[in-house]
């Protein structure tokens, strides 16, 4: 297991880079491989035996009470900072790549919206707080290494649509935000409240997202 605690992420990391910058396949695609990369291949291949972090009655509910908190103060972060950034977003460029390149419409952001705000964002959590961090749980590098690939797996999402200056704050924002997931998740032992922080980040993009389509 320990060659993998490594090797592993940086492969999976660089495949989903290399999709979604040099490919260019259509969301569907991204979504197919992303599960097989996160989810098919280490349940699979990994040899993961339990997954203590998905004992729900483990997770205290004083962690659940401040995922909420937690996470409504960051969506709310999230809106703040793209009404301030707004003068540097193209948003009618953004929505043209959503919809010629990933395939994205207004038409089908509603299912899409659904599955980020569910799917996608338990999908990540399993495998950044949850398979990394018991890959990692005897290593110098456990809060290092998930919040590194968390946040490098997300310039693939963010390459096209911003200038470096914005892109660099966000991935330094996701490397931080990691690490503030894996502090929530630490007293539990499981992924839940760093869903739940995840549920509400995605929410406040997702209206975002909204407010580009239908606005």
């Not at 396949?25 to 998905?54: G, H, N, Q, R, S």
């Not at 290494?145 to 892109?167: D, T």
Request: glycine share 6%; hydrophobic share 60%; proline share 4%.
């Amino acid at each position: 297991m320990k060659n993998w605690t490594i090797l592993y992420p940086l492969i999976s990391v660089t495949l989903l880079l290399w999709i979604e910058q040099v490919l260019e396949v259509a969301y569907l695609w991204k979504t197919a491989a992303k599960v097989f990369l996160f989810l098919a291949i280490p349940l699979l291949f990994l040899k993961v035996e339990k997954f203590d972090f998905l004992h729900l009655k483990k997770t205290q509910k004083k962690s659940i009470f401040i995922a909420v908190v937690v996470g409504f103060a960051v969506m709310i972060t999230i809106l703040v900072a793209f009404i301030s950034l707004r003068s540097l977003i193209d948003l009618p460029s953004l929505q043209m790549d959503l919809e010629s390149r990933v395939g994205v419409t207004a038409l089908v952001f509603p299912m899409v919206a659904i599955y980020i705000l569910i799917g996608n964002s338990f999908l990540e959590e399993f495998y950044f707080r949850g398979l990394l961090v018991d890959f990692l749980k005897d290593s110098k590098l456990k809060w290092f290494l998930p919040s590194f690939f968390f946040a490098i797996y997300h310039i693939a999402i963010f390459l096209p649509w911003f200038e470096w200056p914005i892109l660099s704050v966000a991935v330094v924002g996701l490397f931080v935000g990691g690490l503030l997931f894996q502090w929530i998740n630490e007293a539990s032992g499981t992924i839940y409240p760093s869903w739940i922080i995840h549920l509400f980040a995605d929410l406040g993009v997702l209206l975002i997202g909204g407010y580009m389509f239908y606005g």
